[in-house]
């Protein structure tokens, strides 16, 4: 059973939604932490306000007894057990806001309901009041300043309280309007990303359609005029069609080839068989032998230009010209000739291994029929190309005779054995590769015959 795989668009909004719902949690819970801090930063402010009132109020006689100097119930400590209350508590007496209405903030309580240790006194300023969290007179959760002070030499400890709800409840409100905005800006920023999404992934519909097109013969290539991201993706795509274009070409004209080099030969065969009835064995068989020459020659180039392709083969060739060698020393044993091969052990090219038979058995067969006494093959890589030099000691071709030898059944001794094919063989099939072959000079005194064919990994790259 196929899997299918999820849509590149799904995938998109799936992160984005995912980055997206957590930013907006972090970002919750982080603007939740500076309200809070903010709250309660106003109403810590409020009761300090309160506590350095109530001291710069206080005074003391010398009972010990303290007493405030005016009236401190200022809002919003006047209002009854709201919860904003204040309390002076010294060594005689203690001081109460109406608002307590003649409750106490018990001191004991306060005292244990404190997570943390007295702050050590500070040098570079008063020391600040001290927070705490309890429990007030109606069993409310009251929110504490707390700030012993000297009044006439007498230690008093000032109290101030503030309901948790003064806290809380802004809080709340704030926390639920900055909630809705979020999710708001959330819902914002997921459209946002499905258009961009949406609008990102349209050129790759175009390339769809336009790749569909080419298909359908509508366009012969993709339109070059692409987004930045996609332009390699086309270029390879033209390429792959050029490529396909180039062997379709390849293989029409070798079948007219075919054609056209089996008219001479029919014709002469059909002549040949209505003159004496075919009582010329030699003959009949010499023009059968060309046809069949032909006809695989041919079949086979178009079947490696439109099946494999050139570039998907891979041939390791330093076991091929040792049998190669080692097959033709055999044949030409009469001349004791002396093959020598430098190739390196890793060479490998981009060629089927019966096309490179092909050639290099042609080139190792003409340099065994020519010479003297020895034959020698070297190999190099040059960059993407693989050099192929064969050489021998034989009588060499002058410059004419070179460009001649090239040309399909051009013979220079028509004495010798063969037809005359196997250089122009060997030159197109090289083409067919993406390479070439060069005559020259050898310093063996012969011919020095230069076969280039792509490296194997080299044309995947190009």
Not at 97 to 122: C, I, N, T
Not at 249 to 264: C, D, F, I, S
Not at 281 to 291: C, D, H, I, N, W
């Amino acid at each position: 059973m196929m899997r299918h795989e999820a849509s590149l668009s799904r995938r998109l909004l799936t992160a984005a939604g995912a980055f997206i719902a957590l930013a907006l949690i972090i970002a919750t819970v982080l603007i939740g932490f500076v309200l809070h801090r903010f709250v309660q930063g106003q109403i810590d402010q409020r009761l300090d306000t309160q506590i350095v009132f109530l001291a710069s109020m206080l005074r003391a006689d010398g009972a010990g007894r303290i007493s405030l100097a005016g009236n401190a119930d200022g809002p919003p400590f006047e209002r009854r057990r709201r919860g904003w209350y204040w309390q002076v508590t010294g060594p005689r007496n203690v001081l109460r806001s109406a608002s307590l209405d003649g409750a106490d903030l018990d001191a004991p309580m306060l005292a244990a309901r404190e997570d943390r240790p007295p702050a050590p006194p500070r040098k570079d300023r008063e020391e600040r009041p001290r927070p705490a969290d309890g429990v007030g007179p109606d069993d409310d959760y009251l929110h504490f300043r707390i700030k012993p002070v000297k009044v006439g030499g007498l230690d008093v400890t000032i109290t101030t309280s503030a309901p948790r709800a003064a806290v809380l409840g802004p809080l709340r409100e704030a926390m639920i309007t900055l909630g809705i905005s979020l999710a708001v800006l959330g819902l914002a920023l997921v459209l946002a990303i499905m258009l961009q999404v949406r609008l990102g992934l349209r050129p790759l519909e175009r390339l769809r359609r336009a790749v569909a097109d080419v298909r359908s013969g509508r366009l012969d290539r993709v339109p070059s005029r692409q987004p930045l991201e996609i332009q390699p993706l086309v270029e390879e795509l033209n390429g792959l069609l050029d490529q396909n274009a180039s062997s379709l070409e390849r293989a029409r004209r070798h079948v007219a080839n075919l054609a056209h080099g089996l008219k001479t030969p029919l014709a002469t065969l059909a002549i040949a068989a209505s003159a004496d009835g075919g009582r010329d064995p030699a003959t009949l068989q010499r023009l059968v032998a060309q046809m069949e020459r032909r006809i695989r020659h041919h079949l086979g180039r178009a079947r490696t230009a439109v099946l494999n392709g050139p570039v998907r083969a891979q041939t390791l060739i330093v076991p091929r010209l040792q049998d190669l060698g080692d097959a033709l020393g055999k044949i030409n044993g009469d001349k004791a000739v002396v093959f020598s091969m430098n190739v390196p052990a890793d060479l490998m090219v981009a060629c089927e291994q019966q096309d490179f038979d092909e050639m290099a058995g042609n080139l190792l067969d003409n340099a065994f029929k020519w010479a003297r006494g020895k034959v020698s093959i070297r190999g190099v890589r040059q960059d993407s190309l693989i050099e192929l030099s064969v050489e021998d000691d034989g009588s060499g071709l002058s410059a004419d005779e070179r460009a001649q030898v090239l040309r399909p059944g051009e013979r220079l001794d028509e004495g010798a054995p063969g037809f005359g094919f196997g250089l122009s063989i060997t030159s197109e099939l090289a083409e067919l590769y993406g390479g070439d072959i060069a005559l020259g000079a050898s310093p063996l005194g012969g011919l020095c015959v230069t076969l280039r064919l792509p490296a194997a990994g080299a044309a995947e790259s190009r």
